[in-house]
């Protein structure tokens, strides 16, 4: 199983890409191009406008992807995947502070939590809590 970016040749892929799970880029081609009326949309329903890009940083998609299919070696498409709010690229790399590396935005709370990052507010709860912690602590005193 691998993961592709399935886009139009023409329109490149900031006009939209998806995500593609398959075994390899022709079944990846084939499963894209059935599955997503988009990608027959931006590619104006030419076939051969359609490109497939293997994505060798695999391990960095799997969040953005049906864990369970992908766990049974299932493709499959996702339309959608979560990006940046800022920039609208997804599968970027996300500093652990959250913020998007192309763009410095902060790429919110849904994505951190998908990447294993502390989102911003959960941060500011738990500053809270430590706040609160050592206020009590020292009352004990």
Known sequence: MKAYMAYSEYNSPIEGAILVFADDAKEAKKIAWASNTFVRDICDGEYTDLRIKWLKQFHWFVPLGDREKIAAGISHVIE????????????????????????????GDELCRVYGIVPRSDRAVIAAYDAGAVAYAELGR
């Open 80 to 107: 959608s995947p979560l990006s940046c709010p800022g920039c609208n690229y997804w599968g970027v790399d996300i500093a652990t502070d959250g913020e998007c590396m192309d763009c410095g935005e902060y790429v």
